[in-house]
């Protein structure tokens, strides 16, 4: 805080600057304390943005095993266990509870707590339910995931670009004004001066 405080004060100077200075010394204390406060929440986003990636290959996955005919709960187990991942290991746990007997909508309740999965937990537990075909929704389900995270990656190229104007034009902008816009106007009022 200390650091952005004399920065402000060394570029503005003065009163003003000791103003600015303050502003930025709070506003710095601000950021930290709210970073502090939140300390799981990049870890959240992090296993969010995991479950969202794995999960297009769990579906396609899972619609191959149910086409060649397993059961979806054995399904869920195979690919479960070969994933090894967020997804995978609620996949497998899921699976290992309906074996034992649990109902299906508390087997997959840890599944359904992933935002991304939810849909794949939610098609899960219909199937437990009322042993309705697996492998064209599941299909579908995946198209869907990869089509949102396409999306999602499409968004995020598309606020970089954006982000990345704003330093640019900040740099240009005064470069601008000072070479291409600053003599022209000095140049008028030179020649005004001398005509008045």
Do not use: H
């Amino acid at each position: 805080m200390a650091g952005t405080s004399s920065a402000a004060y060394a570029l503005v100077g003065g009163i003003p600057g000791l103003l600015a200075g303050g502003a930025v010394a709070y506003g710095t204390w601000r950021r930290v304390g709210r970073s502090r406060a939140s300390p799981n929440a990049p870890a959240e986003k992090s296993k969010q943005a995991e479950a969202a990636r794995q999960l297009p290959l769990a579906a396609d996955l899972l619609a191959a095993c149910v086409t060649a005919g397993a059961s979806p709960v054995a399904a869920a187990a195979a690919v479960g266990e070969s994933l090894q991942g967020l997804v995978g290991a609620r996949l497998a746990r899921g699976a290992a509870e309906v074996r034992l007997g649990g109902e299906p909508s508390d087997a997959w309740r840890q599944l359904a707590e992933l935002p991304a999965a939810a849909p794949l937990a939610r098609l899960l537990e219909r199937t437990g339910d009322s042993g309705t075909p697996t492998a064209a929704p599941v299909t579908r389900l995946a198209a869907d995931a990869r089509a949102e995270r396409g999306r999602t990656a499409t968004a995020a190229a598309r606020r970089a670009g954006v982000l990345m104007t704003a330093p640019v034009g900040l740099c240009f902008l005064p470069a601008f004004v000072a070479i291409g816009v600053l003599p022209v106007v000095i140049g008028m009022a030179e020649g005004l001066l001398r005509a008045g």
